[in-house]
Each structure stands twice: as C-alpha cells, then as structure tokens.
Nanobody
C-alpha cells in the first residue's frame, strides 16, 4: 500500500517562493504517474500539474504555467513542486496524487492521494 505525505507548505508573501515535497512510502512509486492538485476554501479541487513515471512528460494548468515546476526523484521516491512568484489566488491545500496506470490531467481522478499541505499566500 502506497502512502503519500506532503510537506513544505506554509505562509509566504505574494511574489515569494515555496517548495513542496511528496514522499512516498510502502512501495516504490517509480512506475507511478504523479501530480499535484489543490483545493481553495469553498472551491472544488483544481488540477495543478503532473509528471509521468519517467519524468519525460509534464503538464501544467494555465494558471501556474511558467511559475511552478514539478520534478521527481525516483531513487528517493519523491516528487517536488517548486512554486515561484506566488499569488494570493494560489492559496489552497495542496495534495500530492499518484496513479499507477494513467497520466494525471484535469480529467483524471488519481487513485492515490496524500493528506495535503496548506499553502497561504498573503498579499
């Protein structure tokens, strides 16, 4: 059973940066497609970005393109999200997600989720 644990969230001023990490345990996720999804207060979950199992494919929501970068280290069983030039509208709980079979995009509900980490951007 794979467990995903996010870390790195916190409070940051607009224009600042944060780096989120997702550590997988239980088994290797080197063959899993991974992604990040966020949920702001009172809103539905929103796809943020995704990366294929090999790292050769990435996909970003238009709202974060050019500001966020997803990466993975299969040797360490981790996925990271570097967030730059943060805006108040990026405030949300960020969830790490994984799927062993499907590339994650806005139409896919991943099979595995972490518990989430809060990111708050003050303006």
């Amino acid at each position: 059973q794979v467990q995903l644990v996010e870390s790195g969230g916190g409070l940051v001023q607009a224009g600042g940066s944060l780096r989120l990490s997702c550590a997988a345990s239980g088994r290797t996720v080197k063959n899993y497609n991974m992604g990040w999804v966020r949920q702001a207060p009172g809103k539905e979950r929103e796809f943020v970005c995704a990366i294929s199992w090999s790292g050769g494919w990435t996909y970003y929501a238009d709202s974060v393109k050019g500001r966020f970068t997803i990466s993975r280290d299969n040797a360490k069983n981790t996925v990271s999200l570097q967030m730059n030039t943060l805006k108040s509208e990026d405030t949300a709980v960020y969830y790490c997600a994984a799927d062993p079979h499907r590339l994650i995009d806005p139409t896919v509900v991943p099979g595995l989720w972490g518990q989430g980490t809060q990111v708050t951007v003050s303006s």
